[in-house]
């Protein structure tokens, strides 16, 4: 027996759907089925898959991934899977490869592996076939399905399921509309058969629920015989109940699956059958899934009423691990990143990212945020806002530049004259203080300019600066003052200066 196997589920366990159980030995793994989860009646996001996280890290390991059938809940997360880790073989049967192919519109490889060491048997959801040599060999481990473990008595059988329905069709003087899984191909086969028996023609819809709601609403009639011959799934009964009542609304009388009228029988065991294959198999370890912790609860304690241990049987969560050890199985403190994963309108969101987009769209329902496009042109106004102010205060400061070079030639061609008296050396004091405070003006714009420093920012930046040197200056350039206000020229409104 190996001493490395490590089983664990990324999907699957206290809960029902998003199925997805992984095998690693060594430097293998192997996937067994990847499904998704709806959400209950809920528009926070389309549903729910598996953590991959692990699996990408440990891609160059994976070996295939095995589909058990073709259920969403065992097939629904393969294409999200596949968008992270594209070259993964996949394998199973004919017809669940041709589901599995019409969903990814792609090709499926031929081969296969298997454990060679270990005998583990891993049940989907089953009707008993003979496995009684398969229990003489052996079973260390079995995992089997829990999703009817609390249900008493034997799953019925198919022939039940048909003779009631030929009952119905036959009695019915309208029109018959059946609804099934499009993966129960013995059922549809009978129904065909039932209809050909009772003369009745055949049309065939597609799996939307929308689409044949639309189609059911607009062809409807008084009279007509609905017939419901499948169990809904846990998480979209909220659906089904909410077509079945506009279905009554419409007219229609509508037969649905329940002990007093037999109509569909489950793919899933029930609580005898679920005896039968742990009398069959004796495995020394029981792990049971595909179920949430009641059904798992459950169908450990039917295992412990056959003779199995209770310190062997592994009622576990998502990502926690068993693993072998030499000849034994146990129960270890690993776990494995096992939260899940939210599809949001076709993309894979870990559950901060998608809480952050529910926030988003909470905001914009209320009102909180404005219309992209909104947002896009008030940007687009200030962005050319601030251009216009940085514009001005360039045009300005030319302007004072060419007052400085007038101030530099009048002080020059003073110089040249030598002229004396108090009246000249006065004013030519009082023009090298000015040129003295324009300079310090210039350079307070400059650094103004380089900072792209908003209009409002500059007001308050004069105010709180600029009072002394821009009084002096006043007193000497009475060209750039106006009612106590400092004219900057060119695209900038004008700026208040306070006295």
Do not use: W
Request: aromatic share 6%; with cysteine; net charge neutral.
């Amino acid at each position: 027996m190996s001493s490395n196997l490590k089983i664990f589920a990324l999907g699957g366990l206290h809960e029902v759907g998003k199925n997805c159980y992984v095998f690693e030995k060594d430097e293998d793994i192997i996937i067994v089925d990847c499904g998704v989860k709806f959400l209950n009646g809920s528009n926070l996001a389309d549903g729910t898959v598996p953590n991959f996280s692990y699996l990408v890290a440990n891609q160059k390991k994976i070996k295939g991934l095995f589909v058990t059938h073709g259920h969403e809940d065992h097939i629904g997360g393969i294409s999200y899977l596949l968008q992270l880790i594209p070259n993964i073989p996949v394998y199973g049967s004919e017809f669940s490869i041709s589901l599995l192919k019409q969903k990814l519109r792609g090709e499926s490889k031929e081969k296969s592996t298997i454990f060679q060491d270990d005998t583990i048997i891993r049940t989907g959801e089953f009707r008993v076939i003979k496995l009684a040599e398969i229990g003489k060999k052996g079973v260390d481990l079995l995992l089997s399905d829990s999703t009817n473990s609390e249900v008493e008595g034997n799953t019925p059988s198919e022939a039940k399921v048909v003779k009631r329905l030929e009952n119905i069709i036959t009695e019915a003087t309208g029109r018959v509309i059946i609804t099934s899984f499009a993966s129960n191909v013995y059922r549809l086969k009978k129904v065909i058969e039932i209809a050909q028996k009772t003369d009745k023609k055949i049309v065939l819809l597609g799996s939307s629920l929308l689409k044949m709601m639309k189609a059911i609403q607009k062809a409807m009639e008084a009279g007509d015989c609905i017939i419901l011959t499948s169990s809904p799934i846990m998480d979209n009964k909220f659906n089904v109940e909410l077509i079945s009542n506009k279905l009554f609304a419409l007219g229609a009388k509508v037969y649905e699956n329940n002990k007093e009228d037999l109509l569909h029988a489950s793919g899933h065991a029930c609580q005898e059958d679920l005896k039968l294959m742990l009398t069959l198999t004796k495995p020394r370890y029981f792990m049971p899934f595909h179920g949430d912790f009641r059904m798992l609860k459950k169908h450990g304690h039917l295992a412990q009423e056959l003779g199995i241990q209770k310190e062997n049987i592994f009622v576990c969560a998502n990502g926690e691990v068993v693993e072998t050890r030499g000849k034994e199985f146990f129960l270890t403190k690993k776990k494995i990143p096992a939260q899940p994963n939210y599809v949001f309108n076709g993309r894979i969101l870990p559950a901060e990212e998608l809480k952050n987009n529910l926030i988003l769209r909470e905001k914009m329902s209320q009102g909180e945020l404005k219309d992209f496009s909104q947002v896009v042109n008030q940007a687009e106004t200030e962005l050319q806002n601030i251009q216009k102010e940085i514009g001005g205060l360039n045009e300005t400061i030319e302007e004072l530049n060419a007052i400085e070079k007038e101030l530099k030639n009048v002080t020059a061609n003073l110089a040249e004259l030598n002229k004396t008296g108090k009246e000249l050396e006065r004013t030519g004091e009082n023009i090298k203080g000015s040129l003295d405070d324009l300079g310090e003006i210039k350079e307070k714009i400059d650094e103004l300019v380089k900072l792209e420093i908003p209009l409002a920012e500059l007001e308050k930046t004069i105010d709180r600066e600029g009072g002394e040197i821009a009084k002096a200056l006043k007193e000497k350039i009475g060209e750039l003052f106006k009612d106590g206000k400092l004219i900057i020229t060119g695209q900038l409104e004008t700026v208040k200066y306070s006295q």
